[in-house]
């Protein structure tokens, strides 16, 4: 059975827990493999509409194990609230695991993920604040808490006495901060480590178990692929490494075990926060593919900021899809367009002289470049109510085949709506 990873192939925000909620009852393991609290999944299934940042969306399965990774960055007091939150909805979280290797967000590294921005000024990158950067930061520099820490007490103690002298003299010489209190810290983090203790464990032969019974296994992502830190529109991009070769590291899979990666695409594209949007609209159109007033309107699940919003970008598409070996892709929200007269895809760049079919790394020249659009008739008939391809209109049909043409990829699903029912599923992709 197949080891399949469901990443967001745009800036985030694609749809990919919707996807995962549609597949859990398929797989028998998901593992939230990357990012933090700066992430979240809009899921609307029987069980109502949640908005969950750390749990992975297989949680709503009964059937399937839930594992929150080692490549995450784990906010203990959100994740808690978040059990609670499905906890009063009916939701069993019993089959949820947190793996003992995952890092813990402290407080300092959200005081500091904040004024870091401020400092910037007209240079921010548009962080959430939730101290991520600063985790991966300091997991990196190898003076991380990890969750298992959170469990010995003295342990604990001593990995955050050293840590902390040296953050409250940052703080206060730096950022002229007043100190944090060692004693408070302290005891809060052990109280959070009893409250989870009973979902810590050591996932490792958990999953290496599912994959010597060939059980099918989810691999979940957070953010996009052209936030990832390696190859996004650097500096304004996350910490972690959001596409498939996040996947293998933060799930502790190794690559030649994963079978499939899904590509989860808006039919547009959107971005939270700062940074190069080539495609990017304003006006009228912009109000459009907003949906503003609608429950699911194009506003960040974790920041509540409004979303830029724009056409559809090939040639980012395409360049997303080859450095994470996408082979499916899952289209979502192609009935946002079903009032839009015709409807533009970027199939290239015009830079002076220059054409590019591929994107510069340099953000300040991305910023720059003119797209070269394709202009497709629009349906102006609604698709909701539709649940095959064949029954859609011919023009959204040749949309959608011509976006799977310019990535250079097989069409895997495609969402007609916010509800599980609402996806057609075209090829089988679990």
């Known amino acids: 059975m197949p080891v399949v990873a469901v990443i967001g192939a745009q800036w985030g925000d694609e749809g990919k827990g919707r996807i995962v909620d549609v597949l859990a009852d398929r797989a028998r393991l998901v593992i939230r493999y990357g990012g933090g609290n700066n992430a979240g999944h809009t899921v609307i299934n029987q069980y109502g509409t949640f908005k969950i940042h750390l749990v992975p969306s297989g949680i709503f399965d009964t059937s399937t194990v839930n594992i929150i990774g080692s490549g995450v960055v784990i906010d203990p007091g959100v994740l808690l609230k978040e059990i609670a939150d499905l906890h009063e909805s009916g939701i069993n979280t019993d089959k949820l695991?947190?793996?003992?290797?995952?890092?813990?967000?402290?407080?300092?590294?959200?005081?500091q993920d904040q004024l870091d921005e401020m400092l910037r000024g007209d240079q921010k990158i548009g962080t959430t604040g939730r101290g991520i950067g600063p985790a991966y930061a300091d997991k990196m520099s190898r003076i991380g808490i990890r969750v298992g820490d959170l469990l010995q007490e003295d342990v604990l103690l001593k990995r955050l006495q050293f840590i902390?002298?040296?953050?409250?003299?940052?703080?206060?010489?730096?950022?002229?901060?007043?100190?944090?209190s060692l004693h408070e810290i302290y005891l809060q983090y052990l109280n959070y480590g009893?409250?989870?203790a009973n979902y810590v464990a050591d996932t490792h032969p958990i999953i290496h178990r599912a994959l010597e019974k060939d059980v099918p296994i989810l691999l979940e992502g957070a953010q996009g692929a052209l936030l990832d830190i390696d190859h996004g529109t650097y500096p304004y991009v996350t910490s972690s490494a959001p596409g498939a070769a996040g996947a293998c590291q933060g799930a502790g899979i190794g690559p030649t075990q994963m079978h499939s990666v899904i590509g989860v695409y808006k039919a547009y594209s959107t971005r939270v926060g700062e940074g190069p949007f080539p495609t990017e609209l304003e006006g009228d159109a912009a109000d459009v593919l907003r949906q503003i007033g609608k429950p699911w309107a194009e506003v960040g699940t974790t920041t509540g900021r409004l979303r830029r919003v724009g056409w559809f970008d090939a040639v980012l598409a395409r360049y997303t899809a080859q450095i994470n070996g996408v082979d499916t892709v899952a289209i979502t929200k192609l009935d946002?367009?079903?009032t839009m007269p015709s409807i533009q895809v970027c199939t290239g760049y015009r830079m002076h002289d220059t054409e590019l079919d591929y994107p510069p790394g340099n953000p300040t020249t991305l910023?720059?470049?003119e797209p070269i659009y394709e202009e497709f008739p629009g349906w102006m008939q609604p698709t909701s109510d539709i649940r095959y391809f064949e029954h859609l209109p011919?023009?959204?049909?040749?949309?959608?085949?011509?976006?799977c043409e310019l990535i250079g990829v097989r069409i895997g699903m495609v969402s007609v709506g916010p509800e599980r029912e609402q996806i057609i599923e075209v090829n089988p992709v679990l």
Do not use: C, G
């Open 194 to 196: 009893r409250q989870l």
């Open 367 to 369: 910023s720059q470049v």
């Open 336 to 338: 946002v367009l079903d």
């Open 164 to 180: 902390l002298e040296n953050k409250n003299r940052l703080l206060t010489s730096l950022y002229k901060t007043q100190e944090l």
């Open 97 to 111: 695991f947190i793996s003992d290797r995952a890092q813990v967000i402290m407080p300092y590294h959200v005081l």
């Open 394 to 403: 011919k023009e959204a049909q040749a949309y959608v085949a011509r976006l």
